[in-house]
Structures are given as C-alpha cells and as structure tokens.
C-alpha cells in the first residue's frame, strides 16, 4: 500500500482530502542513525521531502532512549517514529512497541524480517537499512575459482581452495586479511567464522565447532599474505596487488571499487556448515505504543520502505536497501558493488547473522580482545587450539558475568548474561 493510499484510508469519511492531511500531521522522527549535520539534512530534505509534514530528530543513543522511557512511563508522548539499530530495539520491551504486521511491509530478507519480530510472533520494528562486511577479489583471480564454484554462494573450502589456487598461480599467497592493529578482524571471527561453524559466538566459543573453524582459519591463513599484519584497510592491498582476494568493511574497500572499478568484483561472505555468517549493522524504524498519531506514524513507516525512499537514504547515509531495488547508474561505483554483495548476502537462503555485540557497555574492547587473543595465539603463534580456546574461555565468561549482557543472535536467548559453555 502507498503512503497516499494509506492516508486516504486514514482518512476516509472525514471531509478533508489526503493532501491536506498529510501536511497537518506531524509526526516525530525520533532517530539514532544519520546523526551527522550532513547526513540529517539530507535525511530531511531529500529522504523525507515527500513524506508529509515529519520533524526528523537524531540523537545520540543516551538521550535518544532517557525521552522514549520517559513518555512510555508517562503513557503518553510526542514521538511517533523510532529509528534505531537492532540492539537498541532488542532491548526494549516489546510491548512497548506497536505490531506492525498488518502493514504489509518488510525487507527482502527474512532472516532480518524474523530478527525483527524480537523474539514474538509479530513485526515489532520494520528493517529500515543495513551495512556490512563483505569479499572483494581482482578479477585476475576469478580464473582461479575452484570447477563449479558460484562467487555468490562459495563456502569455506571453496574459498580455501580459490586462496590456495591464486597462491600457486602467484606463486606467493594472495589473500588478505584486516590484521593490521587497526583492522577490524574481530568482526570476522564474531560475526562471520563462529556463526557459520558454530551458530553461535559466546556460548559456542569452545566448543568442538569452535576447534573446527580455528583450523579453518589455519587452513586460509597459509595462503595469506603474512604481511597481513600490517593491513588495515584491504583498499590499499587490491590497489597494489598485495592481495587479490580480501575481507572487510564495505566502506574500507570503497576506494579500490572508485578508482578501478572494472578491476574488481564485490561478492558474499562464504558459507560454513551452520550457514553463511554475516555481521549485518541493521536499523529499523518503530511506532512506540505512545504514538500521538498512529495513523500517521504508520505512514511513515510504511514510506521509509518505498524503493525510491530506500536509494534516497542510501545517497542520504551510505546504508543500503533492505527491499528488492535497482540501484540507479549515477551511484558510486563502490556503492553499486557493496550494494549488490550486500543484498546477496542478506537475503541468502542461508544467511545466519551474528549481530554486533551488545550490553556490553564498557567492556566491549574486552570482549573484542578475547578474539584478537585467539587469533594471535592459534594462527599466529601456532598454539593448540583446544588450550588456547579453553584458557579464553574463562575472560570471556568473566566479561559476560560482569556486564549482564544477554545473549545475541546467532546464539540462543538467555535469562541474564549470556554463558559460555
């Protein structure tokens, strides 16, 4: 149904046209994303220009949650719409929030679509937007795909195997990996390697699965460029030829996809015997119960979903689509690229997410550490994964002891702090 449409509705019988009520109801846009000035100006005079008279309002997550508490205790409030990350809605009592499923309007993704449902039977927040990690790879190594591989959906042996070709081709290893001391690394053991060996990152972490995906990582490392301890950003290593098959943030290979775009192609995360582990940064937008004006409210969510409203935000913030769209050809070409592997990705049937790590407070870089550890001690060092796993096993128990933090997809929920088992 279309924004037009569903004010029509609202206002059916009144004895004022849809326009008009459109430009009377305000609604209150109360968001934790797009919170730089740039990025909150395009939100309003570009994504939300068409969308009726809405006052949109970033905020940093602090303020953002102390005035939705206020008016959820109060039983009534200004704000309308919610837009805020996964976690910040995970966290929230789900009644405090409106199903959304009569809508009729959700991601392409139905792992995000169930993600959002928070643990109910219904639509508790609608996907809004998503970043990601991603592969990117020189088109000189696609003649080095192992026979009968799909770019698109290759799983870990295949990618080992892609790695081990190009290394003998090359005659030195081509692969790179973000283990530089600013690499984002982390990210790929909690959100890519233990979500596909393991379907899960903190009650899994030493488990028997876990040995499986550290030899795993072994096995890949050996076609790594060892100099990969120095990268950071796999831009730089596709550039120069240091690597031609890399991991990392979407916007840490931006550059490469900008400068040589007809040099590189963007592709999926591999898949591991529990799935194709991503890490999706995913945003959603919600109706508090408080809503002063649900009709307009609902509204709005339902135009923060329109195809032409989705490639406005990606222009707006550089998060992309969560629905089916055609990205237009004046897009950058790292946007295009990242775009298309993202979308994949998510909307795989295999896709198992391992969300962001949250409640974590100030104990995140802690949390972070016991996986660096890891890897520094079992791929670097060469230490017995078994040891080293249950040695780790310990901080990492401590940690969630100490902030409470639940569990988070792909692990199973927990009352409390999420253990390790």
């Not at 192609?265 to 890490?279: D, E, N, S």
């Not at 089916?324 to 004046?330: C, I, N, S, T, Y």
Request: proline share 7%; with cysteine.
């Amino acid at each position: 149904m279309t924004l037009h449409s569903r004010i029509l509705g609202a206002a059916s019988g009144a004895a004022i046209a849809c326009t008009a009520f459109a430009a009377q109801a305000e609604v209150l846009f109360w968001s934790t994303q797009a919170k730089p000035v740039e990025e909150a100006q395009a939100m309003r005079e570009q994504v939300l220009a068409d969308a009726g008279d809405v006052d949109y309002q970033p905020n940093d997550g602090g303020p953002w949650l102390t005035r939705l508490q206020a008016e959820l205790q109060a039983g009534s409030g200004t704000i309308g719409v919610l837009g805020a990350l996964h976690g910040d809605f995970s966290a929230m009592n789900p009644d405090d929030l409106v199903d959304l499923d009569d809508l009729g309007v959700m991601s392409a993704s139905g792992t995000f679509n169930d993600l959002a449902k928070l643990g109910t039977g219904s639509m508790q927040y609608i996907p809004w937007m998503q970043a990601s990690y991603i592969m990117a790879a020189s088109k000189e190594a696609l003649q080095y795909l192992p026979e009968g591989a799909d770019i698109d959906a290759l799983t870990y042996d295949q990618l080992i195997q892609w790695a081990a070709n190009a290394h003998e081709a090359a005659g030195e290893p081509k692969f790179g990996f973000p283990a530089g001391p600013k690499g984002l690394k982390h990210r790929f053991f909690q959100g890519y390697l233990y979500p596909s060996f393991t379907n899960g990152v903190v009650r899994t972490f030493a488990s028997d699965e876990a040995v499986t995906a550290w030899e795993k990582m072994r096995e890949l490392w050996a076609h790594t460029n060892p100099a990969s301890t120095n990268f950071s950003f796999m831009q730089e290593q596709l550039l120069s030829g240091d690597a031609w098959i890399v991991f990392d943030h979407t916007s840490r290979l931006a550059q490469a996809f900008n400068e040589r775009p007809d040099d590189f192609v963007a592709f999926p995360a591999p898949a591991g015997p529990t799935g194709r582990g991503f890490m999706p940064v995913l945003a959603g937008v919600a109706i508090p119960r408080t809503a002063p004006n649900m009709d307009a409210a609902r509204a709005l969510v339902e135009y923060m979903l329109k195809p032409e409203t989705q490639i406005a935000t990606l222009r707006a913030t550089n998060f992309f689509p969560v629905v089916e769209v055609a990205l237009p050809g004046d897009l950058p070409p790292s946007v295009k690229a990242a775009g298309d592997a993202v979308a994949k990705m998510s909307a795989s049937a295999d896709a198992n997410p391992g969300l962001l790590p949250a409640g974590l407070g100030d104990k995140g870089g802690d949390f972070n550490r016991v996986f660096v550890d890891s890897f520094e001690r079992i791929v670097l060092a060469g230490h017995d994964i078994r040891a080293v796993l249950d040695d780790q096993k310990g901080r990492l128990a401590a940690i969630m002891e100490e902030t409470g933090a639940p569990c988070w997809a792909p692990d199973a929920p927990s009352d409390g702090a999420c253990p390790v088992e």
